[in-house]
Nanobody, 123 residues
Framework: QVQLVESGGGLVQAGGSLRLSCAAS????????IGWFRQAPGKERGFVAA????????SYADSVKGRFTIARDNAKNTVYLQMDSLKPEDTAVYYCASRFGVISQQQSYYNDWGQGTQVTVSS
C-alpha cells in the first residue's frame, strides 16, 4: 500500500496559478502511475490528469489541457500538478491516487488515495 498526502490547495483568483503536490510513502512509488482527480460540490469525482511511472507518458482531461501540467520527481516521491489560468469551474477537492501499471483515466483502477486538498477559484 502507498500512503498519499496532497498539499498546495487554497484560494486563488481566476487567472491565477496553484501547484499541488502529492507526496508518497510506503511501498515503491517509482513503479506506480499517479492520477489526479477532482470533485466539485454536488458532482461526481472526475479525472484531471495522470502520469506514468517514468514521467514519459501523461494524460489530461479536455477541460484542463493547455492549462494544467503534471510532473513527477521519483527521487522525492512526489507528483506535482501545476495549475495555471485557473477558472471558477476548477473549484473542487483534488485527490491524487496511485496504481501499479499504465496510466488510466478510470478512477476504479486506482488502489490508493489521498485525503484531498481544497482548491477554490474566485471570479
Amino acid at each position: 500500500q502507498v500512503q498519499l498526502v496532497e498539499s498546495g490547495g487554497g484560494l486563488v483568483q481566476a487567472g491565477g496559478s496553484l501547484r499541488l503536490s502529492c507526496a508518497a510513502s510506503g511501498r515503491t512509488f517509482s513503479n506506480r502511475a499517479i492520477g489526479w482527480f477532482r470533485q466539485a460540490p454536488g458532482k461526481e469525482r472526475g479525472f484531471v490528469a495522470a502520469i506514468n511511472w517514468s514521467g514519459s507518458s501523461t494524460s489530461y482531461a479536455d477541460s484542463v489541457k493547455g492549462r494544467f501540467t503534471i510532473a513527477r520527481d521519483n527521487a522525492k516521491n512526489t507528483v506535482y500538478l501545476q495549475m495555471d489560468s485557473l477558472k471558477p469551474e476548477d473549484t473542487a477537492v483534488y485527490y491524487c491516487a496511485s496504481r501499479f501499471g499504465v496510466i488510466s483515466q478510470q478512477q476504479s483502477y486506482y488502489n490508493d488515495w489521498g485525503q484531498g486538498t481544497q482548491v477554490t477559484v474566485s471570479s
